[in-house]
């Protein structure tokens, strides 16, 4: 499986953004996406996942309904909408795979992209 993250960038606090995340060479075994951010000296923590064969998704609960993952199937791309975005968001953006559910640990994920950085202003 490969993946590619897109669509990070510098946007200013209570701004919007929508990560994507193209995937390739999908399979039944590597169902869940999920994605993870890491800001600069902490480390990796699960944001949003969801799976290829079923639309509901999982949040972080510190989000507080402030970001949704969607999928598209044919064409093999999640999303991340982040809206009301803050400075505390500011972070690499990860797009992960690998595990059949959905987790909130990255050590279940056994294929990662490259990261898209998300910086917000104050």
């Known amino acids: 499986v490969q993946l590619q993250a897109s669509g990070g960038g510098l946007v200013q606090a209570g701004g919007s953004l929508r990560l994507s995340c193209a995937a390739s060479?999908?399979?039944?075994?590597?169902?869940?996406m999920a994605w993870f951010r890491q800001a600069p000296g902490k480390e990796r923590e699960f944001v949003a996942g969801?799976?290829?064969?079923?639309?509901?998704?999982a949040y972080a609960n510190f989000l507080k309904g402030r970001f949704t993952i969607s999928r598209d199937n044919a064409k093999n791309t999640v999303y991340l909408q982040m809206n009301s975005l803050k400075p505390e968001d500011t972070a690499v953006y990860y797009c992960a795979s690998g595990p059949r559910q959905i987790y909130n640990s990255a050590l279940y994920y056994r294929f990662w992209g490259q990261g898209t950085l998300v910086t917000v202003s104050s």
């Open positions: 969801i799976k290829w064969s079923d639309d509901t998704p």
């Open positions: 060479g999908r399979s039944a075994s590597t169902d869940a």
